[in-house]
């Protein structure tokens, strides 16, 4: 809040004018007022003792070779299917095309295989089959 106040952004959408002048429709999730969910001054007082709520941790892992660095974003998440919720670890990739999950994630989450695909994976340098 205080960053917004002091950047005089919207209280809204975080854009440069006031809230008078917001042309957005976006409401706060918690209270449904006409401000960013992540400013609500509610959830600021909500005891504890309240349902817990999905959280995710976002890690950065780094890979050092002698001459680069690899910055891989992952975050560990609830995921659901209709059966059952569980953490995962979770790896990604704003590029990506299609997304893949572990056998054992797909057990833990009571999902049946959809098949069996070989793929190719190539980095700088070289070819590997998986």
């Known amino acids: 809040m205080n960053v917004v106040k002091q950047k005089q952004l919207c209280f809204n959408c975080f854009g440069k004018h006031r809230i008078t002048e917001c042309k957005s429709n976006g409401r706060c999730q918690n209270c449904h007022r006409k401000h960013h969910t992540s400013i609500c001054k509610e ?10 709520q999905p959280e995710a941790a976002v890690f950065f892992s780094s890979t050092k070779r002698s001459n680069a660095d690899v910055i ?11 059966h059952t919720t569980t953490d995962a670890a ?15 994630l ?7 295989s959809d098949g069996i695909e070989t793929l190719s994976l190539t980095g700088f340098g070289g070819s590997t089959g998986v």
């Open 90 to 104: 979770i790896l990604v990739d704003e590029g990506e095309q299609r997304s893949f999950i572990t056998r054992k």
């Open 43 to 52: 959830l600021q007082r909500k005891p504890e003792v309240e349902s817990p």
């Open 106 to 112: 797909a057990d833990d989450l009571q999902l049946e």
């Open 72 to 82: 891989l974003k992952t975050a560990i998440a609830p995921v659901s299917s209709s």
